[in-house]
Nanobody, 127 residues
Framework: QVQLVESGGGLVQAGDSLRLSCAAS????????MGWFRQAPGKERDIVAA????????YYANSVKGRFTISRDNAKKTVYLQMNSLKPEDTAVYFC????????????????????WGQGTQVTVSS
């Protein structure tokens, strides 16, 4: 059973930074693209960023481009989301997720493209 555990969320002020981490339990972590999603109360779960299995290709939602950076350390089986210049509209529960397929040639922004999810970590940005 694959387990993904997020950490690093919290309550911050607008303009502050946070770094989220997602630690995976599986040995084959380096074979899969990973994604970060977020869900605000009453809203759908949306893609924030994704990174391919090797770490050389990334995708960002327009709302976070230039502020957030996704990265991964395959030796540590961990994917990160560095969030800078946080805004109140970034407030949400953040989830990491694993691509359904190994060595995917492209990144997907669709929830259906991911099969394992973490429990989420709350990020609250006050104005």
């Amino acid at each position: 059973q694959v387990q993904l555990v997020e950490s690093g969320g919290g309550l911050v002020q607008a303009g502050d930074s946070l770094r989220l981490s997602c630690a995976a339990s599986e040995r084959t972590f380096s074979s899969y693209a990973m994604g970060w999603f977020r869900q605000a109360p009453g809203k759908e779960r949306d893609i924030v960023a994704a990174i391919n299995w090797k770490g050389g290709i990334t995708y960002y939602a327009n709302s976070v481009k230039g502020r957030f950076t996704i990265s991964r350390d395959n030796a540590k089986k961990t994917v990160y989301l560095q969030m800078n210049s946080l805004k109140p509209e970034d407030t949400a529960v953040y989830f990491c997720a694993r691509d359904r397929h190994t060595y995917s040639a492209s990144l997907t922004a669709s929830i259906q493209g991911y099969d394992y999810w973490g429990q989420g970590t709350q990020v609250t940005v006050s104005s």
